[in-house]
């Protein structure tokens, strides 16, 4: 019987909810391998009994759903997810929300999966299970007696060792994490602190051929930098744009930025940059604007509101001293704009300002390079703490703190030379075509399908650093 693949993720992909990063990427890869795709169902459901169920068979794979309640939604998703697990990755130790019924949550729907998946499982699937929603899925399933190979990938930032200490004593990150056959993380960096993690354990080995063996467990673990489909992109920046949809007021000197609201990606700071730029540029006649997409994302959780609030209060000061009657330098629209027309504006704006404070990659970099016209192309300025940083390093990287290097790295870009621009552009566009999605999901899964079976092998443990 062949082999199928099983992808779960928390989001999938349905035609009210248009696909984010890793919605996109996961619907190409099973376009082409075909397949199952488990994620939550768009709706909130009064019972979490009933099991998966067919959402959709279509673009060659089939997509079940299961069931969340509104309980499950606050402690699932809003409470342990993205109140406990997101803000800890994200460095941001100081937002973390305990809660015993966050915990209790995340671990009821864990646990419900697993028993819901066992029943329509077969010995020689592989289930490649994605983001921090699902770290103990695989433990769960393999209480269940499920012994076939199961990858894990994570999309956000691997947690810093001190920032670990933030989570209840239940959730052991390093022992969920080892009944995976393959861990995969974006970056190097992240690859190195999940190796710190372990070496601080005592029930872990860090073996010489880069695997970890924990308890009777042996688990691979990679970086394997995430993509875009680039031809697909590419072809979408290349249609013709009416410019007269920009409406009065933005000029070619276009700064664009897109990034879901969230208060990791740094926007307050991007917005005092921008006003930094205007309050120094030399040539007052000058009309660079600035447009900011972004789209809400988890209001319910109180950090989000507050970071809304703040935007909608900068981007109001900004404007009321700068505007002229017939040039507003910020939009900031907060609302989904449609993906072919985002395109087309990253190809006419002149920079790119991807400065988040933490990401595991940062998608919209790889876009904006995508999107430019090689014999034009504009400048990419991108955080050092962005994934794609360790890759993009043709790009203008900045310290997304520093208002004034960022302001700085504005006027640069705006005024650089087109054979610097052409230069930048190729290093970068060469990175990214290199981390075509189909590369990506390609390489995870032929990483996992070559794990051998999960037997302790005797062999000698590594102390100290591991290089």
Request: glycine fraction near 8%.
């Given at each position: 019987?062949?082999?199928?693949?099983?992808?779960?993720?928390?989001?999938?992909?349905?035609?009210?909810?248009?696909?984010?990063?890793?919605?996109?990427?996961?619907?190409?890869?099973?376009?082409?391998?075909?397949?199952?795709?488990?994620?939550?169902?768009?709706?909130?459901?009064?019972?979490?009994?009933?099991?998966?169920?067919?959402?959709?068979?279509?673009?060659?794979?089939?997509?079940?759903?299961?069931?969340?309640?509104?309980?499950?939604?606050?402690?699932?998703?809003?409470?342990?997810?993205?109140?406990?697990?997101?803000?800890?990755?994200?460095?941001?130790?100081?937002?973390?929300?305990?809660?015993?019924?966050?915990?209790?949550?995340?671990?009821?729907?864990?646990?419900?999966?697993?028993?819901?998946?066992?029943?329509?499982?077969?010995?020689?699937?592989?289930?490649?299970?994605?983001?921090?929603?699902?770290?103990?899925?695989?433990?769960?399933?393999?209480?269940?007696?499920?012994?076939?190979?199961?990858?894990?990938?994570?999309?956000?930032?691997?947690?810093?060792?001190?920032?670990?200490?933030?989570?209840?004593?239940?959730?052991?990150?390093?022992?969920?994490?080892?009944?995976?056959?393959?861990?995969?993380?974006?970056?190097?960096?992240?690859?190195?602190?999940?190796?710190?993690?372990?070496?601080?354990?005592?029930?872990?080995?860090?073996?010489?051929?880069?695997?970890?063996?924990?308890?009777?467990?042996?688990?691979?673990?990679?970086?394997?930098?995430?993509?875009?489909?680039?031809?697909?992109?590419?072809?979408?920046?290349?249609?013709?744009?009416?410019?007269?949809?920009?409406?009065?007021?933005?000029?070619h000197d276009l700064v664009i930025g897109v990034d879901r609201l969230?208060?990791?990606?740094?926007?307050?700071?991007?917005?005092?940059?921008?006003?930094?730029?205007?309050?120094?540029?030399?040539?007052?006649?000058?009309?660079?604007?600035?447009?900011?997409?972004?789209?809400?994302?988890?209001?319910?959780?109180?950090?989000?509101?507050?970071?809304?609030?703040?935007?909608?209060?900068?981007?109001?000061?900004?404007?009321?001293?700068?505007?002229?009657?017939?040039?507003?330098?910020?939009?900031?629209?907060?609302?989904?704009?449609?993906?072919?027309?985002?395109?087309?504006?990253?190809?006419?704006?002149?920079?790119?300002?991807?400065?988040?404070?933490?990401?595991?990659?940062?998608?919209?970099?790889?876009?904006?390079?995508?999107?430019?016209?090689?014999?034009?192309?504009?400048?990419?300025?991108?955080?050092?703490?962005?994934?794609?940083?360790?890759?993009?390093?043709?790009?203008?990287?900045?310290?997304?703190?520093?208002?004034?290097?960022?302001?700085?790295?504005?006027?640069?870009?705006?005024?650089?030379?087109?054979?610097?621009?052409?230069?930048?552009?190729?290093?970068?566009?060469?990175?990214?075509?290199?981390?075509?999605?189909?590369?990506?999901?390609?390489?995870?899964?032929?990483?996992?399908?070559?794990?051998?079976?999960?037997?302790?092998?005797?062999?000698?443990?590594?102390?100290?650093?591991?290089?």
């Open positions: 019987m062949a082999e199928r693949l099983i992808v779960v993720s928390n989001r999938i992909p349905t035609d009210a909810e248009p696909a984010g990063g890793l919605v996109f990427a996961l619907h190409e890869t099973l376009k082409k391998t075909g397949g199952i795709w488990i994620g939550a169902h768009p709706n909130l459901s009064d019972t979490n009994t009933i099991g998966l169920q067919t959402l959709a068979e279509q673009d060659g794979y089939t997509r079940l759903s299961f069931s969340l309640t509104h309980n499950d939604h606050e402690n699932f998703y809003l409470g342990f997810s993205n109140s406990v697990l997101w803000p800890m990755c994200h460095r941001r130790g100081d937002l973390v929300q305990l809660n015993r019924e966050f915990e209790e949550g995340y671990a009821r729907v864990n646990a419900r999966l697993a028993r819901q998946m066992k029943e329509i499982l077969r010995p020689d699937d592989q289930i490649w299970v994605h983001d921090y929603h699902f770290f103990p899925l695989a433990a769960e399933l393999r209480k269940l007696g499920h012994h076939g190979k199961i990858g894990f990938f994570l999309h956000i930032p691997f947690p810093a060792l001190g920032d670990l200490s933030a989570l209840p004593l239940r959730a052991d990150l390093a022992r969920w994490l080892a009944q995976y056959d393959l861990i995969g993380l974006q970056t190097r960096n992240d690859v190195a602190r999940c190796l710190e993690m372990y070496r601080a354990d005592k029930n872990a080995e860090l073996m010489f051929d880069g695997t970890i063996k924990f308890g009777d467990r042996i688990a691979g673990l990679r970086s394997f930098p995430i993509g875009i489909d680039v031809d697909a992109f590419v072809k979408a920046a290349s249609k013709p744009f009416d410019t007269a949809k920009l409406g009065v007021g933005l000029t969230d208060y990791s990606k740094g926007l307050p700071n991007r917005f005092r940059a921008f006003g930094h730029f205007l309050e120094a540029r030399q040539d007052k006649s000058r009309r660079a604007s600035l447009l900011q997409i972004a789209p809400p994302t988890r209001e319910e959780v109180p950090a989000y509101r507050q970071i809304r609030l703040e935007l909608e209060e900068l981007t109001g000061r900004l404007n009321g001293e700068n505007a002229e009657l017939d040039w507003t330098p910020l939009r900031y629209i907060h609302r989904n704009i449609d993906r072919n027309l985002l395109a087309q504006l990253f190809r006419y704006a002149r920079v790119g300002l991807v400065t988040p404070f933490a990401d595991g990659m940062n998608l919209v970099a790889k876009e904006y390079i995508a999107a430019q016209d090689p014999e034009d192309p504009g400048v990419l300025i991108l955080s050092r703490m962005a994934g794609a940083a360790e890759e993009l390093t043709e790009a203008l990287l900045v310290n997304p703190y520093d208002v004034e290097e960022m302001s700085d790295a504005l006027a640069q870009a705006l005024d650089m030379p087109l054979a610097q621009r052409k230069h930048r552009y190729a290093g970068c566009m060469e990175r990214v075509r290199a981390t075509d999605v189909s590369r990506w999901s390609e390489s995870f899964l032929t990483a996992l399908a070559a794990r051998p079976p999960a037997l302790v092998i005797p062999t000698a443990k590594i102390s100290g650093a591991v290089g």
